[in-house]
């Protein structure tokens, strides 16, 4: 219990930290940042159960004012923002990529943790993101989808970056990939 609480508290520092890269605001208001290769992290590492609860761990911290997100921003008024969607759908994203992980044993871990990435960590956390900005910047949800086209390259890069990490690090440390070697039952 200890472990696990160690290490979610350890992942939501891992978003923090990415946090400080500086990030790149686009015209419509939400950033690029390397803050969503945290979050697939968490769900490739971690697991679904423990991904999830580190990012909202994170997400908690940001809501109370804390300035962890890229730029030094925190407080409630980013989950009213253009970006709110894509910070509601972070647990969601680390708990299917994770799921994913966990699920899929085919296959090399780098490669599963790249698709998992992909249909977790982008394709689930734009389908928030997405609806997010079409609440907020009153557009249609074409009109939307429209302008995440811009994230694509980058988190595809990030997708990549992550299934490479989580497959590096089974490698060296086998027990610490817990999406992998340890039941997701043991939260």
Do not use: H, N
Request: hydrophobic share 60%.
């Amino acid at each position: 219990m200890e472990k696990t609480v160690a290490l979610i508290a350890l992942f939501a520092a891992l978003i923090a930290a990415l946090g400080l890269i500086p990030k790149v605001t686009l015209a419509f208001g939400v950033p690029v940042t390397a803050q969503s290769l945290g979050v697939m992290l968490c769900g490739t590492i971690l697991g679904s159960k423990r991904g999830a609860l580190a990012t909202l761990l994170f997400l908690l911290l940001v809501a109370i004012g804390l300035p962890l997100l890229s730029g030094g921003r925190g407080g409630l008024g980013l989950f009213v923002s253009p970006s709110a969607g894509f910070l509601i759908g972070w647990p969601v994203a680390a708990f299917f990529t994770g799921l994913i992980v966990e699920k899929w044993r085919s296959a090399s871990l780098a490669v599963v943790g790249g698709v998992a990435s992909i249909i977790g960590g982008i394709i689930v956390m734009y389908v928030f993101g997405i609806i997010g900005m079409s609440i907020t910047l009153e557009k249609s949800l074409t009109e939307a989808t429209a302008l995440v086209t811009a994230f694509i390259p980058g988190d595809i890069i990030k997708a990549v970056i992550a299934g490479m990490l989580t497959a590096a690090l089974a490698k060296a440390r086998p027990a610490s990939v817990l999406s992998r070697y340890e039941p997701a039952d043991a939260v």
